[in-house]
Nanobody
Framework: QVQLVESGGDLVQAGGSLRLSCAASGSIFSINVMRWYRQAPGKQREWVAVVTSGGSTMYADFVKGRFTISRDNAQNTVYLQMNSLKPEDTAVYYC??????????????WGQGTQVTVSS
């Protein structure tokens, strides 16, 4: 089994910053892409950013220039640095990882989510 554990969510004022972390553990051979998603109340879950095993990144338009995704392959951890936060960034943030397990399967895993609340 593989577990993803997010941390770093908090209440912050508009214009502030937060750094989310997501650590993967368990029967991991390697991790391919790692992604962040978010889900605001009453809305569907939406993709935020992705980082490949080689470090290439892509972002949703609504976070470009404000959020930075990065990863530490040695620690099987992905980060999301969020700057210039807006009230509309309020959501539960989830990490997702495509993992090649020790027994050879490629499977997507999800974390439990971490709450980010941005006050105006």
């Amino acid at each position: 089994q593989v577990q993803l554990v997010e941390s770093g969510g908090d209440l912050v004022q508009a214009g502030g910053s937060l750094r989310l972390s997501c650590a993967a553990s368990g029967s991991i051979f390697s991790i391919n892409v790692m992604r962040w998603y978010r889900q605001a109340p009453g809305k569907q879950r939406e993709w935020v950013a992705v980082v490949t095993s080689g470090g290439s990144t892509m972002y949703a338009d609504f976070v470009k220039g404000r959020f930075t995704i990065s990863r530490d392959n040695a620690q099987n951890t992905v980060y999301l640095q969020m700057n210039s936060l807006k009230p509309e960034d309020t959501a539960v943030y989830y990490c997702n990882a495509n993992v090649r397990t020790s027994w050879g399967n490629n499977t997507d895993y999800w974390g439990q989510g971490t709450q980010v609340t941005v006050s105006s």
